[in-house]
């Protein structure tokens, strides 16, 4: 389409996954702490006391995934493992911002997979974890960034399931990736395309 490629190397991506779980739920464990049922939030009926409407509240009013987050960032933001874990994460994620800067003093755009594997299907992996984090594994260095991205069709798998293709920009820069997106449907089909499903 008349791009000219270039290959970037962005050695510190390799941190983004631990870096993005422990701020991402530290972050989650602090701004859920107002959700108590008391100003906000969901509220449990017919609690006892204070303490059991508490308890409840929390208890019912998030699911599984949302506890295990809070979890880990009360955690990390604890006395003794703050500096350990919670600043040496925020400095990890300026190191990834620099790789970025690095990468677009070379380049317009940024390409890459969304995520490294293909479509998985729904719920089936609820009860691994640490098999769906991965799956993040792509975009999280982009959100650490706090720089724009979109995910296109770009294919199919052997197993006729959808592959996707990432478009990062440099800060502020939507609109060209909303040209390079364009450009990019334009000639080809895959967003008119749909996965067989059975």
């Not at 008349?2 to 962005?10: D, K, P, T, Y």
């Not at 006391?49 to 009013?61: I, P």
Request: hydrophobic share 40%; proline share 7%.
């Amino acid at each position: 389409m008349g791009a000219e490629i270039q290959v970037v190397s962005c050695p510190r991506f390799r941190y983004g996954l631990p870096t993005y779980y422990i701020i991402a739920p530290s972050e989650a464990s602090a701004n859920l702490a107002r959700y108590d049922g008391v100003k906000y939030g969901f509220r449990s009926e017919d609690p006892q006391n204070l303490l059991d409407m508490y308890a409840k509240t929390r208890s019912q009013g998030f699911g599984a995934e949302v506890k295990r987050r809070i979890a880990i960032g009360t955690y990390v933001l604890s006395a003794g493992y703050y500096d350990a874990y919670y600043l040496k994460a925020q400095k990890v994620r300026t190191l990834i911002k620099e790789d970025f800067e690095k990468a677009f003093s070379q380049v317009d755009v940024l390409v890459c997979p969304t995520a490294p594997t293909t479509a998985f299907k729904a719920g089936e992996k609820f009860n691994d974890p640490l098999s769906m984090y991965l799956s993040d594994l792509m975009t999280i260095p982009v959100n650490l960034a706090g720089l724009p991205a979109l995910s296109l069709p770009c294919g199919f798998d052997d197993k006729g399931l959808p592959i996707g293709i990432q478009l990062i920009g440099n800060l502020l820069q939507e609109s060209r990736l909303f040209q390079v997106a364009h450009a990019y449907e334009q000639s080809t089909n895959w967003h008119l395309r749909r996965p067989k499903l059975p």
